[in-house]
């Protein structure tokens, strides 16, 4: 890439057009180098914009994620096919969203790397597609270890990860490793972000041991023996992009990695990075001074070239009699007929706007539902309040990476629709400074109506890249809003955009009826919220990640890596010059540790995510229904016992997976584990089923539980019971990973459980125990980082 942003000139002397390499696609085709709107008019002036990526994590419905990216790969190969677009798209976002804080967690599924990768998986195949011509080449960001923007002065571009063996290959890699070994993604982005590895030494401060010193993810030659030769992503010559200038950052201002910009190119292309991307405006990559300097050899150069256009010929780029001589591929046919007809008529179809609407309404969640008030039921001629934000909203909700949408349907045009007889009044985002001129109309609008909607939370002037939050509480604005609006005693619900925030008021608060999380709902989000709030749609989205207490923030800094709580309060420094010791106060008494040095360590943490956290307002999983349900579990087995032995070699003896942890946990040729779901109430509705599994196995301390499987179970109506048969649970998801990153099946008692705690009608069944005997086994052996 060069001076124009992300476009690579090409070369006229052989007929090699330019090419951007730079299209995006979170949740439809958006604005960016490689993708251009008709501004004109018609074609190629909109596509479909899908609920964003969170919505689809709340989902816990793979099919749906699947069909999303099929069609978003469908509008972005008719874009591309009348040059509007090109065929890479930098997307999707795996990174796990483990702290709330994170600007772009809501680009993510979540926070659960199972969950995760079982959205890659889905994502991945429908923007690929299953044909020997990728129909786009989507790229999997950001390689590694990357979740923070912009936070206590400290930015992406000069902040080093220091993560655990442990935590890498257990929390960190896994989306990634789905990516590459085995969904064979065309490409992957490595991160601004730096990366030390590190040895706990049993858990003791004083004795870390730095396995790696900190390089950059672009320059990390660790993470690149991972990722090419560990997981064998080489299979097409699949290619590595840097984020944008992010090795501009190797530079003594940022990383202090490099001293020049020639030695900053030459680290990354010598470590694989592929290609860079340029922003307009800034210093180009110095590949030719690397070059010249002889620290970057041709063959290196060659290489990376030879990736990036066999990655285009395998997406149709060329005509097919020219593209196989220049991959030195197969020599087959890289034409896909069925991909090149796609065209404007393909762009936001009928279907394509059900599904969007879909996106939306399967991802909404319900927190509070106090007395059965939704759904509601306007038929009476209620009238109807609409307050907030983003209650005549455009494209705030969208959200992050959005494209120019075919309509924006927000909840005002919703009501308009059902022709409810309702009032409006606008709402505050964060505002804390600017006069009050929406108070006296909100209650006003309330104080006619019978049923007060209020559309607030958070958006993107809030959370979004490059700015992570401050604060996880409901803006103060707001806060004081709702509780005028709770005051005058009306049914009450809040549908809440954006990320999470803390719900204790609201919950807590007995005029507060109904609590409903809405996340990017997308072009359709407004239709969507009012078919759940009537019950034409019965919620059943689970939240995707865990609802933290605002003092969370004050409990751990966001620049710590470690996922398991810790307390190392006595732990003192070893800094023989005070001046050494770089840190940052935050609220309260935590002391923020931007970089860590010998005398600066974050002394305790309670645990990140809810595997190893303990107290969340509401848990990962949580969800409500307009119905009840009452679910079972079961494992079908010939051992009479009410807790079945199995010994570890029988589980992997019958496997022919190509990798062990991918082998599924099946104790005998006539046992799997079923989920049994009756709707024991009267509204039909779908039930996510989430399998959990709990132990004291493998190395200390245990995580509180593990979710290990997960099915969208649809349309279950009033009285009927439906079977989840053979559900899929892999010797991986079951797996603990010990202090050298190695992937370990762990003798032991393993306890099975479905939904989570405390599931507001939901009745469960008992969990189910199974013994794990004879030694351990190695399902992946994780490689070491070299010695230095």
């Known amino acids: 890439m060069t001076r124009e942003t992300g476009r690579a000139l090409g070369a006229s002397r052989i007929g090699l057009p330019k090419y951007a390499w730079w299209s995006e696609g979170l949740h439809g085709v958006a604005g960016s180098p490689g993708v251009t709107f008709n501004t004109t008019g018609y074609p190629f002036s909109y596509a479909t914009s899908f609920a964003n990526a969170i919505n689809l994590g709340a ?3 793979d099919d749906l994620v699947y069909e999303v990216g099929t069609a978003i790969s469908t509008e972005a190969r008719a874009f591309a096919n009348f040059g509007f677009g090109g065929l890479d798209y930098w997307t999707p976002n795996v990174n796990p969203y483990k702290d709330p804080r994170w600007g772009r967690g809501a680009e993510t599924p979540g926070e659960d790397p199972l969950h995760i990768k079982g959205y890659v998986k889905a994502m991945l195949a429908g923007l690929e597609g299953n044909e020997t011509v990728r129909k786009v080449i989507a790229t999997c960001k950001h390689y590694a270890a990357y979740d923070l923007e912009r936070w206590h002065g400290l930015t992406r571009y000069e902040f080093e990860a220091i993560v655990t063996l442990q935590d890498l290959s257990e929390y960190y890699l896994p989306p990634f490793q789905q990516c590459a070994r085995d969904s064979k993604v065309g490409s992957i982005m490595c991160s601004y972000n730096a990366l030390t590895i590190r040895d706990m030494a049993g858990g003791n401060p004083d004795e870390i041991i730095n396995l790696t010193t900190a390089q950059p993810a672009c320059a990390n030659t660790y993470l690149m023996t991972i990722l090419r030769d560990h997981w064998n992503w080489t299979e097409h010559n699949n290619y590595i992009t840097s984020d944008c200038n992010a090795i501009l950052d190797f530079l003594p201002d940022n990383h202090n990695f490099s001293q020049t910009p020639a030695e900053a190119a030459a680290a990354a292309y010598k470590a694989g990075t ?62 896909s007929p069925a991909y090149d007809a796609l065209n404007w008529e393909d762009v936001n179809t009928p279907s394509t706007q059900e599904l969007a609407l879909r996106s939306a309404t399967e991802g909404i969640v319900l927190l509070k539902n106090s007395g059965s008030l939704l759904p509601l039921d306007f038929s009476s001629g209620k009238k109807v309040a609409l307050i907030g934000h983003w209650a005549n909203a455009t494209g705030t909700m969208r959200g992050p990476y959005s494209g120019i949408p075919p309509f924006y349907h927000n909840p005002l045009y919703a009501a308009q629709q059902l022709n409810l007889s309702f009032s409006y009044a606008n709402g505050p985002v964060v505002n804390a400074s600017d006069p009050d001129t929406w108070t006296a109309p909100a209650l006003a609008a309330a104080e006619g109506a019978d049923v007060v909607l209020y559309f607030g939370g958070t958006d993107t002037t809030v959370a979004s890249e490059d700015l992570d939050r401050e604060s996880i509480a409901w803006p103060k ?32 608060n007995g005029n507060v009826s109904s609590i409903l999380w809405v996340g990017y709902p997308g072009q359709s989000g407004g239709t969507a919220v009012f078919d759940v709030l009537t019950g034409k749609k019965a919620p059943a989205g689970r939240l995707p990640v865990t609802q933290y207490p605002e003092g969370y923030v004050d409990e751990v800094p966001l620049t710590e890596m470690a996922l398991r709580p810790f307390n190392h309060s006595s732990s003192t420094s070893s800094s023989s010059n005070p001046e050494e010791e770089v840190s940052v106060q935050g609220s309260g008494s935590l002391t923020i540790q931007p970089r860590s040095t010998p005398g600066n360590k ?24 307009y119905t009840t349900f009452n679910v079972s579990l079961s494992l079908s087995s010939n051992a009479s016992s009410p807790s079945p032995s199995f010994s570890i070699p029988s589980l992997l003896t019958p496997c022919t997976a190509t990798h062990l942890d991918l082998c599924p946990f099946s104790p005998s040729a006539n046992s799997a584990l079923s989920i049994s779901i009756t709707n024991t109430g009267t509204h039909t509705s779908d039930y996510v089923a989430l399998l959990f599994l709990s132990g004291e196995f493998g190395p200390k301390p245990y995580p509180l539980k593990t979710l290990v499987s997960y099915k969208r179970v649809k349309d279950i109506k009033p009285g009927e019971t439906v079977t989840v048969k053979d559900v899929p649970v892999s010797l991986g998801a079951i797996s603990r990973v010990d202090g050298d990153g190695n992937t370990v099946l762990y003798p032991g008692t393993y306890r099975f459980a479905v939904d989570v705690d405390g599931s507001q009608g939901v009745e469960r069944g008992k969990e189910v125990v199974v013994e794990l005997v004879g030694e351990e086994a190695v399902l992946d052996e994780f490689p070491q980082p070299p010695k230095e």
């Open 602 to 625: 974050t002394l305790s943490s309670p645990g990140r995510t809810y595997k190893w956290y303990s107290n969340p307002v509401l848990p990962f999983g949580y969800g409500l229904h």
């Open 274 to 335: 592929d290609t860079v991307c340029e922003v307009s405006g800034s210093p180009l990559t110095d590949v030719v001074g690397a070059y010249n300097q002889s620290l970057l050899p041709e063959a290196v150069i060659d290489t990376a070239l030879r990736r990036l256009y066999e990655g285009l010929i395998r997406a149709g780029y060329l005509d097919h009699g020219r593209s196989s001589a220049v991959a030195g591929g197969d020599g087959g046919s890289f034409s």
């Open 59 to 61: 989902s816990f419905d």
């Open 477 to 508: 604005a707001q806060m004081k809003l709702l509780s005028e609006l709770a005051g005058l005693g009306k049914p009450l619900v809040v549908i809440q955009l954006g990320d999470q925030v803390d719900d204790s008021f609201l919950l807590e």
